[in-house]
Structures are given as structure tokens and as C-alpha cells.
T-cell receptor
């Protein structure tokens, strides 16, 4: 298996633009997580899905952020409009539904908003 | 909400010295996991602890889970330059939030040859 796939790996955009980050989880994994990592705030969980259904979005910073999982093999995280404070590395992770199982992280998308 | 505190934030050691990072949760955990992130990389799973008082070893790494299932530690014996990176603990409170991990701030380890 190729592992969790994220695209793009790097994104540079200007304030006010829409940004869409993409994730393909490992096949057969029931859970998908979106995290944001910054030096100041560390690794924060934004939202997670179970069987394509959003379970907990309490970490989504504000209405500018939205996430979807239209099927078991694809998820998007969208920021509209983007702001400089959104600059961070965004990780997608997936895991199976088996109890006590680890999360597998993708390589991340480094987002810079100018 | 649940908080996971991790100390120290940074640790600089000479190669061959030991290293320990500590993790403390504000709530009792179902299980705790440890991850390592190399510079420029992504977090990679190291181990999971489930039982109260559990101790697990992986070569030079020793992981402990406290009796109350609220704290944990990772100890590395005789560090090597390959141990460089950030070590995170991540707590799973279980119950209705099963599968959701709360990560500590991480301990950044540098090893001087």
C-alpha cells in the first residue's frame, strides 16, 4: 500500500484565496483525521470522520474551514478565504476501526498564505 | 476539554546519554500512544499502552503507563544521532471520543555527536 497520500505537498497562496487540500486514506481504513501543526500550537486535531461521516469538528477554527469526505477514498479540507494565520503544515491521518490501533499520517501539506 | 501536557519542551543531549520525556493527561485515558516525528517529516507511530502500570520496551526505548492511566513516560537509553526528532504522546480518552487522540506539545530531542 502507498500509505496516506496528500496533495499538494506545498501550497503558496495569497490572502483571500481559496485553498483546497486533498487526502487519500489507506484502503480499508474507517477513520480519517485532519490535523494542523504549527510551532505555537503544536499538533491540533481539526476534524475526524468515521465511515465518511464527520464525528467531531470541534477543532475546526472557524467557518472559513470546511471538510468533506464524499467517499471512503477521498477527503478535502477547504479554507475560504485564507488568511496568513492559516499558514501551517496540514496532516491527514487514517486508521482502521479495530480497537486500539495507531494512526498513519500522510506526508503533510505545507501551506503558506502571504 | 481533555489536555495532555508534555515536558520538557526541548532536550539537548550528548550521544550516549539517556533521555526521558514525560506526559500527563488531565483525564483518565483509555490508552496512550507515542509517535516520533523526524525533522521535516510526519508523525510515525511507535507504540501503544493500554493497561494500568504497563511497561513496554523496544530496543533502547522504554515506555511506561501510570497506574492511574493519566501519565506516561518514554525513556531512551544511550541516545544515538538517529534518535533526533520530536517525540509526542497522544491520549485517547475512549468512550464517546474513542479513536480521537489529543497530542501533547512534544519534546524536541537533539543529540550531539
Amino acid at each position: 500500500d502507498a500509505g496516506v497520500i496528500q496533495s499538494p505537498r506545498h501550497e503558496v497562496t495569497e490572502m483571500g484565496q481559496e485553498v483546497t487540500l486533498r487526502c487519500k486514506p489507506i484502503s480499508g481504513h474507517d477513520y480519517l483525521f485532519w490535523y494542523r501543526q504549527t510551532m505555537m500550537r503544536g499538533l491540533e486535531l481539526l476534524i475526524y470522520f468515521n465511515n465518511n461521516v464527520p464525528i467531531d469538528d470541534s477543532g475546526m477554527p472557524e467557518d472559513r474551514f470546511s471538510a468533506k469526505m464524499p467517499n471512503a477514498s477521498f477527503s478535502t479540507l477547504k479554507i475560504q478565504p485564507s488568511e496568513p494565520r492559516d499558514s501551517a503544515v496540514y496532516f491527514c491521518a487514517s486508521r482502521t476501526g479495530t480497537i486500539y490501533n495507531e494512526q498513519f499520517f500522510g506526508p503533510g501539506t505545507r501551506l503558506t498564505v502571504l | 476539554g481533555q489536555q495532555v501536557m508534555q515536558i520538557p519542551q526541548y532536550q539537548h543531549v550528548q550521544e550516549g546519554e539517556d533521555f526521558t520525556t514525560y506526559c500527563n493527561s488531565s483525564t483518565t485515558l483509555s490508552n496512550i500512544q507515542w509517535y516520533k516525528q523526524r525533522p521535516g517529516g510526519h508523525p510515525v507511530f511507535l507504540i501503544q499502552l493500554v493497561k494500568s502500570g504497563e511497561v513496554k520496551k523496544q530496543k533502547r526505548l522504554t515506555f511506561q503507563f501510570g497506574e492511574a492511566k493519566k501519565n506516561s513516560s518514554l525513556h531512551i537509553t544511550a541516545t544515538q544521532t538517529t534518535d533526533v526528532g520530536t517525540y509526542f504522546c497522544a491520549g485517547d480518552a475512549g468512550g464517546t471520543s474513542y479513536g480521537k487522540l489529543t497530542f501533547g506539545q512534544g519534546t524536541i530531542l537533539t543529540v550531539h555527536p
